[in-house]
């Protein structure tokens, strides 16, 4: 055998005190986002699941849409999109900055209406998340996707007869900001319980804000058994309408449709009813395998041609002529369904950014063109862009919202980072270019004026060629005092030039240009354009064109910030923020404070306990000498103020062990776990070894302590761990995949918290064997291949439930 020491190294085989690798990306602080339905009902804004910091106060911007700027303006706003990613609690369930870059992302919202943020049993969307959404005009819906009980507790009255859980749903989306609800009922109830839900939700209706919306899935129907309609009929109808009285603001109908028939009979049902079609969101669920409509093909998924299944929406394929709106589940199959590796390999990142633009601008990655017959068109060929930019200022500085730098003001540290908190707003299109230039068009994450990307334009200009690129759609009315500044940095090019295009509603075909001047490439630059010469004009489309009088083998231009403006840019009072490299550290270890503070121009760091105790640059370093707790603090200052943020206890320092010294791995149960990246375990043959020893174990369902390996949401398993359903918590498991079957074998013995104990799993390609303290404990015929090639963790799988609460030792993976 082999043992692996590629990626796990030699820092799993010494381990030391506590989790240093260890990253949160489902964060304690989160916790309260996600309820069961008896902390729902027991909910108060005052109360222990209240969680204070998921407040968001960004309102939902205002849109003004508009079809003549379109790249193709017969399109139609009549239709609507709820994009609804499968299980957003376990891929973003964070309240603050995440350490690790590769956590699910999403940068086209100008194509959304509704995001729904499905996660069970009760999911209440992240604050980073609704407020990206707002500032694009995006509502956010919460989830109710329970069992029966669940949604029996929900129908409770009060002594008055009102139900207690309609206005607890309105007070809990009202707490923290978001718009309306999900209601996903998959499980059999009785007639009468069925009658109280439904009256629960015409209660919703009578009580909530006019703006919040509720969405009913196509499942549970009113004899109370699930029946998967597919499309609006008499049998889902009432949970839609009944009668006169509204029940649901949206149906969202199962997936397992073919053609425009079941389209066509929703839009007849909806008018019968007397509400629109558009209050129908046809299901689409693009995760591989399970339904008719497939990402990235023009068949269905057995194989079968469905002239393009997109195509269905629209009345002979007429963009101008949508049939029903359109619900989206699963989009997160770019993050995790195989396209990509980037959910196990931070590394892998720009496959995971390529195929999102695929996903809505074609197989040629440019929204400009039409995809040739037979190919994915893209969901931005059908969908024209929703416009949130429609009064001044307007910024930008085209932050993705995560990276592998922090940059403020150009001066970057290297880190790994998300938080959709910090995303600007993103380019309307992306991408849209057009012209005989070889220039490609992206987010580029080696340099960023502000967070982790800029936009860049790179590639080659032949003599006489031109590129032109449309970035944003904008509805900005200019003055004779509006201004334009660019913060941006190029390559020396020759006889290339930049410039501006500049796209009003008056003319939407002839631009106005304005020139960038040439900079050095190590430095960006700052360009303040006069708009006074287009005053009383409406400013339509931001876009840029590279060309060039000459051949220009290697042409590039970065954008950092773009900010149009009235007057003199407002002086707005800082903001102080910042984010360690690492929270914990060893003497004589450095740790960076990455900067992102907003609107200041210096700096005053305060690092007691630190071999340098204080700082004026950007980004601090520190290195502690004395092993204790540290707080750190930074005053961010500007011309309209100063604000200072303190981070009390932030820096844990623990004294560097002796090389060679007997030290073990510590994990909290919570949160904190060990990435390794990715390992391929699939064949035949491997062992999984370890010490552990529980602090605990579970006391809540499914009662599982991971403890090393892989579990990559129900496919790529090999694992062991503590506990499951149906054993006890304190029993060891052995889980592989063999073949499409996991394959379990369970421990005679029990551990016992505060002891050390040695396990090892083996799989010869027939067994599954499970020893303990080296006896074989149990074993299980299992013949047949491994299927586990994911991203290898220690102490958690893919949920932070099932964290574990003890200490790891020599820890070892061998395959053969």
Avoid at 430 to 439: D, E, F, I, L, R
Wanted: hydrophobic share 40%; glycine share 8%; with cysteine.
């Amino acid at each position: 055998m082999k043992q692996f020491y590629r990626r796990l190294g030699a820092f799993l085989l010494a381990l030391c005190t506590v989790a240093l690798s260890a990253q949160a990306q489902i964060e304690p602080a989160a916790q309260y986002t996600t309820l069961t339905a008896t902390q729902l009902m027991a909910w108060t804004p005052t109360g222990p699941t209240a969680v204070p910091a998921n407040i968001s106060t960004v309102p939902l911007a205002l849109r003004q849409n508009s079809l003549a700027p379109q790249l193709n303006p017969t399109m139609s706003f009549s239709s609507k999109v709820n994009w609804c990613p499968d299980g957003m609690n376990n891929f973003v369930g964070y309240l603050n900055e995440q350490p690790q870059f590769n956590l699910y992302n999403f940068t086209h919202w100008q194509y959304l209406d509704v995001l729904t943020w499905f996660a069970s049993p009760v999911g209440i969307p992240c604050r980073p998340w609704v407020e990206a959404a707002h500032r694009n005009g995006v509502k956010v819906l919460g989830t109710f996707f329970t069992d029966r009980a669940g949604f029996v507790a929900l129908c409770q009255k009060d002594a008055s007869g009102n139900y207690i859980g309609a206005q607890k749903l309105v007070d809990v989306a009202n707490y923290y900001g978001f718009d309306g609800w999900f209601f996903n009922a998959e499980s059999a109830m009785t007639a009468a319980e069925v009658t109280e839900l439904r009256n629960l939700l015409k209660r919703l209706q009578v009580i909530k804000p006019a703006a919040m919306e509720m969405h009913w899935y196509d499942a549970l129907i009113s004899t109370g058994a699930v029946s998967y309609q597919n499309y609006l009929n008499g049998t889902n109808a009432p949970f839609l309408q009944d009668g006169t009285t509204r029940v649901s603001d949206a149906l969202f109908t199962n997936y397992s449709w073919i053609y425009s028939q079941y389209l066509n009979a929703s839009v007849n049902n909806a008018n019968i009813l007397g509400r629109s079609p558009y209050d129908v969101y046809t299901g689409a669920d693009i995760w591989p395998g399970r339904n008719p409509q497939q990402l990235f093909s023009f068949f269905n998924y057995q194989g079968t041609p469905n002239t393009g299944w997109l195509d269905d929406y629209y009345v002979s394929g007429n963009l101008a002529a949508p049939r029903t709106s359109l619900a989206v589940f699963a989009p997160n199959i770019t993050y995790n369904g195989g396209y990509t590796t980037f959910n196990n390999n931070p590394a892998d990142y720009a496959s995971f950014y390529q195929n999102d633009v695929r996903l809505f601008s074609g197989d040629d990655l440019d929204v400009t063109t039409a995809d040739a017959a037979g190919t994915w068109k893209g969901f931005g060929y059908y969908q024209p862009v929703r416009c949130a930019i429609t009064a001044l200022p307007f910024e930008t500085n085209f932050c993705v919202g995560q990276g592998k730098l922090f940059a403020n003001g150009g001066l970057a540290v290297a880190k790994q980072w998300t938080d959709m908190a910090k995303q600007a707003i993103m380019p309307s299109w992306q991408w849209a270019k057009t012209g005989a230039g070889t220039v490609r068009v992206g987010f580029d994450f080696s340099r960023a004026w502000y967070g982790g990307t800029s936009v860049q334009l790179a590639g080659s200009l032949a003599a006489g060629a031109s590129a032109t690129v449309k970035l944003y759609q904008t509805k900005l009315p200019i003055t004779a005092t509006t201004s334009l500044d660019l913060v941006y940095k190029s390559r020396a090019a020759g006889a290339s030039s930049t410039r501006l295009a500049l796209y009003f509603s008056d003319n939407l075909t002839t631009p106005e240009y304005l020139d960038i001047p040439a900079v050095t490439d190590t430095l960006w630059a700052t360009k303040t354009f006069p708009m006074s010469a287009y005053a009383n004009r409406e400013l339509a489309i931001v876009g840029v064109q590279a060309t060039s009088t000459t051949a220009v083998a290697a042409y590039r231009l970065n954008l950092g910030k773009l900010a149009i403006y009235n007057g003199t840019p407002a002086v707005v009072a800082p903001k102080a923020n910042f984010a360690a490299t690492s929270t914990t550290v060893l003497t004589g270890q450095t740790v960076t404070f990455a900067n992102s503070s907003t609107n200041a121009t210096s700096y005053a760091w305060s690092l007691p306990g630190a071999t340098t105790t204080s700082s004026t640059a950007v980004h601090a370093t520190a290195t502690y000498a004395t092993a204790g707790t540290y707080t750190v603090t930074l005053a961010a200052s500007s011309a309209a103020g100063q604000d200072v943020l303190s981070r009390t206890a932030y820096i844990t320092v623990l004294t560097a062990p002796p090389t060679g010294s007997n030290t073990s791995l510590s994990f909290d149960g919570v949160g904190k776990y060990v990435e390794a990246g990715v390992i391929n375990l699939s064949g035949t043959a491997f062992t999984l070894e370890c010490w552990v020893k529980p602090n605990s174990f579970k006391t809540t369902s499914p009662y599982i302590s991971s403890l090393m390996g892989m579990e990559d949401g129900g496919s790529n398993v090999a694992m062991l761990r503590i506990g499951d359903g149906g054993i006890d918590p304190n029993q060891v498991q052995f889980v592989v995949q063999v073949g499409a079957t996991a394959r379990k074998v369970n421990s005679a013995a029990r551990l016992t918290a505060g002891t050390w104990t040695h396990l090892a799993g083996t799989f010869d390609g027939t067994t599954l064997r499970l020893y303990v303290n080296g006896v074989l404990d149990n074993s299980l015929a299992a013949s047949g291949t491994a299927v586990a090639n994911a991203s290898f963790s220690l102490a958690r799988n893919y949920a932070s439930s099932r964290c574990l609460d003890g200490r790891l030792d020599e820890v070892r993976v061998w395959t053969r």
